[in-house]
Protein backbone atom coordinates (compact mmCIF):
# COMPACT_ATOMS: atom_id res chain seq x y z
CA UNK A 1 0.00 0.00 0.00
CA UNK A 2 1.52 3.41 -1.02
CA UNK A 3 2.16 5.98 1.64
CA UNK A 4 -0.63 8.24 0.34
CA UNK A 5 -3.93 5.36 0.63
CA UNK A 6 -2.63 4.44 4.05
CA UNK A 7 -2.82 8.04 4.99
CA UNK A 8 -6.08 8.81 3.33
CA UNK A 9 -7.29 5.44 4.90
CA UNK A 10 -6.20 6.63 8.63
CA UNK A 11 -8.12 9.82 8.04
CA UNK A 12 -11.08 8.34 6.72
CA UNK A 13 -11.13 5.84 9.72
CA UNK A 14 -10.03 8.06 12.13
CA UNK A 15 -13.61 10.25 11.10
CA UNK A 16 -15.50 7.18 11.36
CA UNK A 17 -15.27 6.73 15.63
CA UNK A 18 -18.77 7.65 16.31
CA UNK A 19 -18.96 5.87 20.25
CA UNK A 20 -20.65 8.98 21.09
CA UNK A 21 -23.46 9.23 18.99
CA UNK A 22 -24.04 5.23 18.67
CA UNK A 23 -24.80 2.71 21.20
CA UNK A 24 -22.96 -0.77 21.57
CA UNK A 25 -21.88 -2.51 18.75
CA UNK A 26 -23.97 -5.65 17.44
CA UNK A 27 -26.96 -4.32 19.63
CA UNK A 28 -30.06 -3.68 17.72
CA UNK A 29 -31.15 -0.29 19.35
CA UNK A 30 -30.93 3.39 18.04
CA UNK A 31 -29.13 5.84 20.23
CA UNK A 32 -31.42 9.00 18.82
CA UNK A 33 -34.31 7.57 19.06
CA UNK A 34 -33.19 6.08 22.89
CA UNK A 35 -32.35 9.88 23.74
CA UNK A 36 -36.54 10.83 22.60
CA UNK A 37 -37.77 7.65 24.20
CA UNK A 38 -36.31 8.92 27.30
CA UNK A 39 -38.10 12.04 27.38
CA UNK A 40 -41.26 10.30 26.47
CA UNK A 41 -41.00 8.22 29.52
CA UNK A 42 -40.42 10.40 31.67
CA UNK A 43 -37.14 8.84 32.93
CA UNK A 44 -35.72 12.28 33.55
CA UNK A 45 -38.62 12.79 36.51
CA UNK A 46 -36.66 10.37 38.85
CA UNK A 47 -32.91 10.54 36.85
CA UNK A 48 -30.20 13.02 36.17
CA UNK A 49 -29.44 12.24 32.81
CA UNK A 50 -26.29 13.96 30.39
CA UNK A 51 -27.50 15.18 27.56
CA UNK A 52 -30.97 16.05 28.65
CA UNK A 53 -31.92 19.12 29.80
CA UNK A 54 -35.26 18.39 31.67
CA UNK A 55 -33.77 15.02 33.11
CA UNK A 56 -33.00 16.28 36.73
CA UNK A 57 -34.40 14.06 38.85
CA UNK A 58 -32.91 12.52 42.12
CA UNK A 59 -34.78 9.73 42.81
CA UNK A 60 -33.36 7.02 41.10
CA UNK A 61 -29.48 7.17 40.65
CA UNK A 62 -28.18 9.82 38.12
CA UNK A 63 -27.06 8.23 34.89
CA UNK A 64 -23.96 9.56 34.60
CA UNK A 65 -21.42 6.96 32.85
CA UNK A 66 -23.45 4.49 33.43
CA UNK A 67 -22.46 3.02 30.06
CA UNK A 68 -19.44 2.28 31.86
CA UNK A 69 -20.45 0.84 35.32
CA UNK A 70 -19.52 -2.72 36.42
CA UNK A 71 -23.41 -3.38 37.82
CA UNK A 72 -26.74 -2.70 37.10
CA UNK A 73 -29.10 -1.68 40.07
CA UNK A 74 -26.32 -3.08 42.38
CA UNK A 75 -26.19 -6.34 41.24
CA UNK A 76 -26.99 -7.42 37.60
CA UNK A 77 -23.75 -7.34 35.68
CA UNK A 78 -23.68 -4.42 33.12
CA UNK A 79 -24.39 -5.61 29.33
CA UNK A 80 -26.58 -4.44 26.74
CA UNK A 81 -29.08 -6.88 27.01
CA UNK A 82 -29.01 -6.90 30.70
CA UNK A 83 -29.59 -3.10 30.62
CA UNK A 84 -32.57 -3.77 28.11
CA UNK A 85 -34.19 -5.96 30.22
CA UNK A 86 -34.07 -3.83 33.21
CA UNK A 87 -35.95 -0.63 31.08
CA UNK A 88 -38.24 -3.28 30.22
CA UNK A 89 -39.37 -4.75 33.20
CA UNK A 90 -37.49 -3.58 36.51
CA UNK A 91 -40.00 -5.52 38.62
CA UNK A 92 -39.59 -8.77 36.65
CA UNK A 93 -35.26 -8.85 37.10
CA UNK A 94 -35.60 -7.63 40.64
CA UNK A 95 -39.39 -7.77 42.01
CA UNK A 96 -40.67 -4.86 44.98
CA UNK A 97 -37.39 -2.91 43.73
CA UNK A 98 -38.29 1.50 43.64
CA UNK A 99 -38.41 1.26 39.85
CA UNK A 100 -41.69 1.06 38.46
CA UNK A 101 -42.70 -1.17 35.24
CA UNK A 102 -43.05 2.17 32.80
CA UNK A 103 -44.63 -0.02 29.91
CA UNK A 104 -41.76 0.51 27.67
CA UNK A 105 -41.33 -1.81 24.44
CA UNK A 106 -38.76 -4.05 24.16
CA UNK A 107 -37.21 -2.06 21.02
CA UNK A 108 -37.75 0.98 22.92
CA UNK A 109 -35.89 -0.62 25.58
CA UNK A 110 -33.14 -1.73 22.86
CA UNK A 111 -33.25 1.79 21.75
CA UNK A 112 -33.30 3.45 25.54
CA UNK A 113 -30.03 0.98 25.99
CA UNK A 114 -27.97 2.14 23.26
CA UNK A 115 -28.59 5.72 24.33
CA UNK A 116 -27.47 5.17 27.75
CA UNK A 117 -24.46 3.41 26.22
CA UNK A 118 -23.04 6.41 24.53
CA UNK A 119 -23.00 8.04 28.44
CA UNK A 120 -18.94 6.66 29.13
Not at 25 to 45: E, Q, T, V, W
Not at 69 to 88: D, K, Q, V
Request: charged fraction near 15%.
Amino acid sequence: MSLTAFAVSSLILAGCDTKSEQGPPNFAGDAKRGMALIKHYGCGSCHLIPQIAEAKGNVGPPLLHVGTRTYLAGFISNSPENMARWIENPQKVLPGNAMPRMGVTPQHSRDITAFLYTLK
